[in-house]
T-cell receptor, first 117, second 114 residues
């Protein structure tokens, strides 16, 4: 069965520091997709990135970067030069896409990130 | 602007009463979902629907019911059989019937049952 683990429940860093949010996943499928979502205090989850299992290239989008490593089943998210507006709960999620898929999107429990001014 | 509208934002009910949470989308998405969020628990799937007049149970469907009579609407009823209904409920939609498309979420409904 698929599973997503975000071991860091809560992280606090001072503004302008870099911070990495960890995500470890489990799946029996060889074809799958990984996602990151941001949930600001308003409550609505906002999609950040999707990565499929065949694309291990790291991705950078402004101050955000993602490191996908199949060897360690990890899909970590780094915020560079953090800002107060980055304060939110961040969720990692997994969906299987192969013939043995569970047909569900599984979310981790989230990491609450506090950026201190 | 296209999006997902959940109403109301806050809902208060007495124990033993059924309550229905509204979810409407104008994104022309086929698939719609209901998630429940509790502190420290992440998001757990209640029900999902890939097409009108069809829906499937998620991981925690007991005590909940849904309908999908229109593509745009996917209301969730929290029945009196749900033992711990107080939670934050999120509705989402996506473009395809599989699970590879990003989800679009509403702003959520916070339900408090006393």
């Amino acid at each position: 069965a698929q599973k997503v683990t975000q071991a860091q429940t809560e992280i606090s860093v001072v503004e302008k520091e870099d911070v990495t949010l960890d995500c470890v996943y489990e799946t029996r499928d060889t074809t799958y997709y990984l996602f990151w979502y941001k949930q600001p205090p308003s409550g609505e989850l906002v999609f950040l990135i999707r990565r499929n299992s065949f694309d291990e290239q790291n991705e950078i989008s402004g101050r955000y970067s993602w490191n996908f490593q199949k060897s360690t089943s990890s899909f970590n998210f780094t915020i560079t030069a953090s800002q107060v507006v980055d304060s939110a709960v961040y969720f990692c999620a997994l969906s299987e896409a192969g013939v043995n898929r569970d047909d569900k999107i599984i979310f981790g429990k989230g990491t609450r990130l506090h950026i201190l001014p | 602007d296209g999006g997902i509208t959940q109403s109301p934002k806050y809902l208060f009910r007495k124990e033993g009463q059924n309550v229905t949470l509204s979810c409407e989308q104008n994104l022309n998405h086929d698939a719609m979902y209901w998630y429940r969020q509790d502190p420290g628990q992440g998001l757990r799937l209640i029900y999902y629907s890939q097409i009108v007049n069809d829906f499937q149970k998620g991981d925690i469907a007991e005590g909940y019911s849904v309908s999908r009579e229109k593509k745009e609407s996917f209301p969730l009823t929290v029945t009196s059989a749900q033992k711990n209904p107080t939670a934050f409920y999120l509705c989402a939609s996506s473009t395809t019937e599989n699970y590879n498309s990003p989800l679009h979420f509403g702003n959520g409904t916070r339900l408090t049952v006393t």
